[in-house]
């Protein structure tokens, strides 16, 4: 007995000095990129590992470094709230705004000069690391701030992620910022991969990286490479260091791969010349930044600076000018959307921008063509808004050669041939017939997304496929498909359509609030939908509603921020029977009508506000940001009133702004109007 007892001490020992090895290669390897040894050793160690823990299953740890990936699939992501809240950091676009917020730390901490640090605002994924007793516990996504989804599997997956750490000096419990994201090579192959298996392709390597991060079953997430570094401490007094400069050096001693290059800058003026020197470095890097990040050095002098609800005051983020590159526009297609709104967008000459290639550009509505004066076969400059949305800043006339052709909005609608219709007011182009095809696919997207029902597996292709084929003349046609008949349209197998199947079954018994979301009335979006479903408790009464209970609900402030209009097109939305239908259709499939518990509202500054907007804005066209506040369930009117909540002014403000200060009305500048949909 005790020659045997012996014989485990030994066995226990041999692995455990089997995983101090792997670790430190690991290390090596992903994080300094100097490995020591060749992929066979490495593979004979992983091997010997592997073998020993299957024969002592006693000894498997959830830190070995086979666990990386185990476990069946996921079926959902637990909601976890964050010790320490994630908070944004604000955006600045300007040394003048960089400058003002050097004088307001001064002014508020009375230093004359203060030392900062400057690094890669890495275009990733924000996450949370969580560490207990040595080892690797949890990794949550930032969410609404104070929580996020659990994302531990997927992210343990990551190569460059420590499992475990045997300094002495390690914290007992250490909680740490990153970023996980994509390089443009890893990138590239995931799109290839897609256009072979002919699916949609990843508009870029941060929101592949976000889709990633949320795919259910961790072993398809190691397939992707994701990468990781650290760069935060949210409990920094655990790591014994004064600084955010001597956290780096800390975490790179204990293992982690942290957010290199850093600066450590004397004043604001050796700030601008990172900043500089950052942007140099930028198309030379293997993944995609989109800025530096600025922070106060000082853990003493942060910890009096404090933090807002929403940012800290002792960091901001300084974000680089879009990148621009020329192009030629081969042509003007039309999109149909769910509210039969049509878009138009101009199919481009390939070109690469901010980390992907662009070949379709949105050109918003007919008053932006218009303005611009763009035209089929024009050379022009695109850009991406925001890094994301590309989009034609301007055209080069000078390079107008007689051949281009003005775009003439259609009578009848692409799709479906239905009448197309402007309305007095509006700027949007729109079919007016209830059975246009297009509609109903962009509203089933709607309905199936991650926000509303959650459908996992309903994708644009089979969602074309369905509607195409009569398969599907509602939302509500999703609960009633024949398997057979769904199982055998194209590049549909039989895992796929029972996996299909099951995901349409758990959607029954979503919550009251993803039903609203998914039905998609106009201006109501996340947040409201949250707030109608908290405020009626189930579907009828919603459905039955009328104007003077609404009104007692908002002068009551259960119903918070929501304007006439709005009010306007959930009685409209109710009122009309085809929708009624609809809805009682999904009662007989057993879809849940009733909201099971309050939830807390995310807050969202602009729904239900009314904004004007006046003056040129330097990040935005003006239909830019009429579409993000529409979005954001804001309204944009064109003229001041008592009842306009906010004027966004730009460079060289008319008349309005005159107005809106006479009336009292908060006045936003451009820095102002992001900081607040970047919320």
Known sequence: MEDNQLDLFAVQETIENIRRQIRYHDKKYYVDAQPEISDYEYDAMMRRLVELEQQYPEFLSPDSPTQRVSGEPLTHFETIVHDYPMLSIENTYSEGELREFDLRI??????????YTAE?????????????????????????GMRGDDVTANVRTIKSLLLNCDDREFPSNLTLR???????????????????????????????????????????????????????????????????????????????????????????????????????????????????????????????????????????????????????????????????????????D????????????????????????????????????????????????????????????????PECGGNVVQLSGEVAVRCDSLSCGAQLKRRIEHFAARDAMNIEGLGTSLIDQMVNKMIVRDVADLYTLD????????????????????????????????????????HVGVQLADILADAYGDMDNLMNTTREELLKKKDEGIIKDIGDVVLETILSFFSRSENRTVIEKLRMAGVNFTSSAKHTVRVNPLTGKKIVLTGTLQNYTRDDASDIIKKMGGLVSSSVSKATDYIVAGDNPGSKLQKGNMLGIKILTENEFIMMINE
């Open 483 to 522: 398997y057979k008949e769904v199982a055998g349209l194209d590049r549909m197998a039989e895992k796929s359509a029972q996996n299909l199947f099951q995901a349409i079954e758990t959607s029954k018994k979503n919550d009251l609030s993803r039903l609203i979301t998914g039905l998609g009335i106009r």
């Open 178 to 348: 990153g970023e996980i994201y994509l390089t443009r090579a890893v990138f590239d192959a995931l799109n290839e991969q897609k256009k072979e298996q002919d699916v949609p392709l990843f508009a870029n390597p941060r929101n592949a990286a976000a889709g990633t991060l949320k795919l259910l079953d961790p072993r398809e997430v190691a397939k992707r490479n994701l990468e990781l570094v650290v760069h935060g401490v949210a409990n920094p007094r655990a790591l014994d260091v004064s600084s955010h400069y001597d956290a780096f050096s800390k975490l790179e001693s204990f293992g982690f791969k942290t957010n290199r290059p850093i600066f450590r800058c004397n004043g604001i003026n050796e700030v601008l010349e990172a900043i500089e020197h950052g942007h140099q470095l930028r198309d030379k890097l293997p993944f995609d930044i989109d800025g530096m990040v600025i922070k106060v050095n000082s853990y003493d002098i942060a910890e009096r600076l404090g933090s807002t609800a929403k940012s800290p005051r002792w960091a901001i983020a300084f974000k680089y000018p879009a990148q621009q590159v020329r192009t030629k526009i081969r042509d003007i297609v039309l999109q149909v959307g769910r509210t039969g709104i049509l878009t138009p967008v101009a199919v481009l």
């Open 106 to 115: 001064r002014k508020a901490t009375g230093e004359e000069s203060l030392e």
């Open 350 to 413: 390939p070109v690469f921008i901010s980390g992907s290639t662009v070949s379709r550009a949105s050109l918003y509505n007919k008053d932006e063509i218009e303005k611009k004066d763009i035209r089929i076969g024009d050379t022009v400059l695109v850009e991406k808004g925001g890094e994301i949305i590309p989009k034609v800043v301007s055209v080069l006339t000078d390079q107008r050669n007689g051949t281009e052709k003005i775009f003439v909005f259609p009578k009848k609608c």
């Open 120 to 144: 890669l605002k890495v275009d990733g994924v924000a996450i949370s690391l969580i560490y207990e007793n040595n080892k690797f516990v949890r990794a949550i996504t930032r969410g609404d």
